[in-house]
C-alpha cells in the first residue's frame, strides 16, 4: 500500500473554480460547435449530390444508355433514371423503370435553389442533366444553400461529364 504523506489534496474551493471555468467554456464552445455542425450538413448533403450525380454518369458508361439526373426543387430531391421514350416498353427488361430509380432527398434546411441550362435558361421548378454513355452530359448548372446563407454551386460539363463542387457566393441571385 502507497501512502502519500505531507501531500495535500485539491481544496473545495479550488474544485469548485474548475467546475465554474469548464462550465463558462462550455456555454461559450458548445453554441459554435453547434452552428459549425449545422452548416457542415449543407456542405455534405452537396458533397452527396456531387456523388448521386457522378454514379449517373458511371452508370451512363458502364449500360450505355442515357441517364438523367431530375432534379425536384419543391420536394427537394434529385431522381436518377435512365431515359426512355414515351413509346418504349418494358419488354425485354427483366426490371421495370421504377425498380431502377435512385433519390435523394435533401436533409432538413438544405434547399435547391436554382438549375441553369447550357443555352442560360434557369429553372426553379424541375431541372435536368443528362448523362450520355460517352461519358459526356447534357450540361448544366445547379445551385443548393442553406438556413444559414451558405451556397454551393455544382456544374456539371458539358464535354467530359465532371461534376465540379464550388462554395457560391453569398446570395448570388
Given at each position: 500500500m502507497?501512502?502519500?504523506?505531507g501531500?495535500?489534496?485539491?481544496?473545495?474551493?479550488?474544485?469548485?473554480?474548475?467546475?465554474?471555468?469548464?462550465?463558462?467554456?462550455?456555454?461559450?464552445?458548445?453554441?459554435r460547435?453547434?452552428?459549425?455542425?449545422?452548416?457542415?450538413?449543407?456542405?455534405?448533403?452537396a458533397?452527396?449530390v456531387?456523388?448521386?450525380?457522378?454514379?449517373?454518369?458511371?452508370?451512363?458508361?458502364?449500360?450505355?444508355?442515357?441517364?438523367?439526373?431530375?432534379?425536384?426543387?419543391?420536394a427537394?430531391?434529385i431522381?436518377?433514371?435512365?431515359?426512355?421514350?414515351e413509346?418504349?416498353s418494358?419488354?425485354?427488361e427483366?426490371?421495370?423503370?421504377r425498380?431502377?430509380?435512385?433519390?435523394?432527398?435533401?436533409?432538413?434546411?438544405?434547399?435547391?435553389?436554382?438549375?441553369?441550362?447550357?443555352?442560360?435558361?434557369?429553372?426553379?421548378?424541375?431541372?435536368?442533366?443528362?448523362?450520355?454513355?460517352?461519358?459526356?452530359?447534357?450540361g448544366?448548372?445547379?445551385f443548393?444553400?442553406?438556413?444559414?446563407?451558405?451556397?454551393?454551386?455544382?456544374?456539371?460539363?458539358?464535354?467530359?461529364?465532371?461534376?465540379r463542387?464550388a462554395?457560391?457566393?453569398?446570395?448570388?441571385n
Amino acid at each position: 500500500m502507497i501512502r502519500f504523506s505531507g501531500g495535500r489534496g485539491f481544496t473545495l474551493l479550488e474544485l469548485m473554480v474548475v467546475m465554474v471555468i469548464v462550465g463558462l467554456m462550455s456555454v461559450l464552445i458548445v453554441p459554435r460547435l453547434g452552428k459549425s455542425l449545422s452548416r457542415l450538413g449543407a456542405e455534405t448533403a452537396a458533397r452527396k449530390v456531387v456523388a448521386s450525380l457522378r454514379y449517373a454518369r458511371s452508370i451512363a458508361v458502364s449500360e450505355r444508355k442515357i441517364w438523367l439526373a431530375d432534379f425536384d426543387f419543391e420536394a427537394g430531391r434529385i431522381i436518377l433514371k435512365p431515359w426512355r421514350r414515351e413509346t418504349d416498353s418494358d419488354a425485354g427488361e427483366p426490371e421495370t423503370v421504377r425498380e431502377r430509380l435512385r433519390t435523394f432527398t435533401l436533409p432538413d434546411g438544405v434547399r435547391l435553389e436554382k438549375g441553369i441550362s447550357v443555352r442560360g435558361d434557369v429553372s426553379q421548378d424541375d431541372f435536368q442533366i443528362a448523362f450520355f454513355p460517352g461519358g459526356g452530359s447534357g450540361g448544366g448548372e445547379v445551385f443548393l444553400g442553406d438556413d444559414h446563407g451558405r451556397r454551393f454551386h455544382l456544374e456539371a460539363d458539358i464535354i467530359t461529364g465532371a461534376i465540379r463542387l464550388a462554395e457560391a457566393e453569398a446570395r448570388e441571385n
